[in-house]
């Protein structure tokens, strides 16, 4: 195995004349550096890219048509409907109609609010024909990460253009934007469902299906011309629906996803907490949902220059060979269309680009209308302000949070597991790894009264994490794996006042803390481990036990675990549950009384990824956690 040897030499030294000067040799221990920079970035890179499920070689269509409604039942049951979920997945559907306003020449637009969970209220306007005849296309219009949400006006302009051409047009407001704008839907929090073991990603995916439902119920709806189409994070919304729910025959995502492969390497690409659900990338990539849309016409829109995410250069490829082989199966080659926008290329549902659906609608909903023209019809005389697409909501409107704090009133649930089988479960939930940590020493320094070196600890094959090691003059009375918040190089008043106990000092910065904070959009990448199957505090309990392991193999003194901060309080607490028989105490300074603060302070997944642990509440909370540690001493300050 590769080795790194680190050349600098740690100067540490306790026979200081005062006290201040042995702290500064201290710091200056803790803060040198002992990974390069982007190392982290580089190890979670491939990481999460070798756990990404990988696309199944295509023979038959009979053998692909088994596989894939495979994977789309196991997105169903291991992603999208897990806990309260389920449930909301058979709640009554509520549809509100309220007031009809002109829309332009030849059609209406009918205000309504809907449903998507019981308590979470859709807005959306309907477009409607004036004069329908017989049965019509129908169209779902989803929007992005744009504030004005179903009032952007390139969104108006394509519902227009449909309803003109004789569809049924359905715009409807998504989570967080428009009038959904509140503080409650910021996406991020979406992961204090997860938390408590419901699927958040329910939320995005029924808002979807209930405005589908409400569509094929219109009674000149045409089940056989049903149509998606969005830009960006409507793009997303796109593909997921109409890749999982078989009634959609027609899809437009515009620049709004790309491979979770093609994600990891890039990081423009990274998606949001709806984007990288948990699990996901490791039930069906973007790659398997792509194809599942054979053989029904679908159209995949990128930007050549995109300035935001999915550049056509690198999201739009894998897409293609991934899907293009399936529909080749069905004979329907022709049904996947790929666009690649240059003018203005930027990120954009421009009018290049929605004619290029206009045009994919035309051969696909009125190829026996050989009038049918796909040049946008002029209406920008006809958008309305958000005043007067405006739909009345109730007061009391269940968001991301609220949602939380309802779910987890009863939780955790009790449980009459035995503490083995206790200790199983939370090792499940975790997706606890085993690793063994392979050290390689740095140059230390010896005194009269310690040493100080460092440590690069290479564990198995995935991570390296960096530690300081602080050895007191004499026998130890205990050793101490010191973590922070703040990384390790924050640590000197801790490891001064350890070292006067007698304690020798190991602190190290595990997963996603100190010089193993990823450098490259930190949080997302935590968002991608989860759904690639894994858990960002899953795998820093796992670097901790390894070092526990590793201490235990050259010492057979005690062991202790000490941390500063709720981050790293929970971290040493987990390690604690698993495996208390190798620790005579664990110290959290200012951490968690309980894992129901995580949601009562409103905290999101962007600012500690490994606090919004798929399930974990639903579980176990902190008393359960500190009685798993027995006989472990846990002082929680």
Not at 191 to 209: E, P, R, V
Not at 501 to 517: L, W
Not at 535 to 550: K, Y
Not at 609 to 636: H, M, R, T, W, Y
């Amino acid at each position: 195995m590769r080795r790194f040897i680190i050349t600098s030499l740690l100067l540490f030294c306790f026979t200081s004349p005062s006290w201040s000067e042995e702290s500064k040799e201290i710091e200056k221990a803790l803060q040198h550096r002992v990974i390069e920079p982007d190392l982290p970035w580089q190890e979670v890179q491939a990481y999460t890219e070798s756990r990404v499920l990988p696309m199944p070689e295509v023979t038959t269509r009979a053998v692909w048509e088994k596989y894939i409604e495979g994977r789309r039942q196991a997105v169903f049951s291991d992603v999208i409907f897990r806990g309260e979920a389920a449930n909301w997945r058979d709640a009554d559907k509520k549809v509100v109609w309220l007031e009809t306003i002109e829309g332009g020449p030849g059609y209406k637009i009918r205000k309504l609010r809907y449903e998507a969970i019981p308590g979470l209220w859709i807005p959306a306007v309907l477009y409607e024909p004036n004069d329908l005849k017989g049965k019509v296309p129908v169209v779902m219009n989803v929007n992005g990460h744009d504030g004005s949400g179903k009032v952007a006006e390139y969104k108006q302009l394509r519902c227009i253009n449909q309803v003109k051409r004789g569809m049924i047009v359905l715009n409807v407001e998504w989570l967080g934007m428009g009038q959904l704008k509140t503080d409650g839907f910021y996406h991020y929090k979406m992961n204090q469902i997860d938390l408590c073991g419901t699927s958040g990603i329910a939320t995005h995916f029924l808002y979807m299906t209930r405005g589908l439902d409400i569509l094929l119920e219109h009674p000149h709806a045409d089940p056989k011309r049903v149509a998606v189409a969005g830009l960006s994070g409507g793009g997303w919304q796109t593909i997921f629906i109409t890749s999982l729910d078989p009634r959609v025959t027609l899809s437009n995502p515009v620049a709004g996803y790309s491979s979770f492969k093609t994600r990891a390497r890039f990081t423009s690409d990274l998606g949001d907490s709806e984007q990288t659900p948990v699990d996901l990338g490791m039930t069906a990539d973007y790659n398997h949902l792509t194809a599942m849309r054979a053989p029904r016409p679908t159209l995949l829109t990128f930007n050549a220059e995109d300035n935001c995410c999915f550049k056509a250069g690198h999201a739009k490829g894998p897409l293609v060979a991934a899907s293009q082989p399936v529909f080749d199966l069905y004979n329907k080659s022709d049904n996947l269309r790929t666009h690649v926008n240059t003018d203005p290329g930027t990120h954009n549902f421009g009018l290049d680009n929605r004619q290029q659906l206009y045009k994919m609608m035309g051969d696909h909903f009125f190829s026996d209308d050989s009038n049918f023209s796909a040049e946008e019809i002029t209406s920008a005389d006809e958008i309305k302000t958000k005043e007067q697409l405006d739909v009345e909501l109730p007061k009391e409107n269940l968001d991301f949070h609220a949602i939380a704090l309802k779910l987890m009133k009863d939780l955790p649930v009790k449980s009459s597991r035995s503490v083995e089988q206790q200790r199983e479960q939370l090792k499940e939930i975790l997706r606890l790894e085993h690793y063994e940590v392979q050290p390689v020493q740095s140059v230390e320094l010896d005194s009269k009264q310690g040493t100080a070196q460092a440590w690069r600890l290479k564990l198995g094959s995935d991570w390296t994490i960096p530690a300081t090691e602080f050895i007191p003059q004499g026998k130890a009375k205990a050793t101490v794996i010191l973590l922070s918040d703040e990384g390790r190089g924050s640590t000197t008043a801790s490891v001064t006042d350890l070292l006067a106990a007698g304690k020798r000092v190991i602190a190290i910065d595990p997963f996603y803390f100190g010089e193993s904070k990823i450098s490259q959009r930190d949080f997302l990448y935590g968002l991608l481990v989860s759904s690639v199957g894994e858990r960002p505090l899953g795998i820093q309990t796992a670097q901790v036990s390894a070092v526990i392991e590793w201490v235990k193999k050259e010492s057979d003194g005690p062991i202790e675990i000490h941390s500063l901060g709720k981050r790293t309080g929970l971290i040493a607490l987990t390690t604690a549950a698993l495996d208390p028989e190798s620790l005579s105490r664990v110290e959290i300074k200012d951490g968690f009384s309980s894992l129901k603060q995580i949601i009562s302070k409103d905290m999101n997944v962007s600012q500690a990824p490994e606090l919004f642990c798929f399930g974990l509440l639903e579980s176990f909370d902190i008393p359960q956690l500190k009685q798993l540690a027995k006989p472990c001493v846990v002082e929680n300050q």
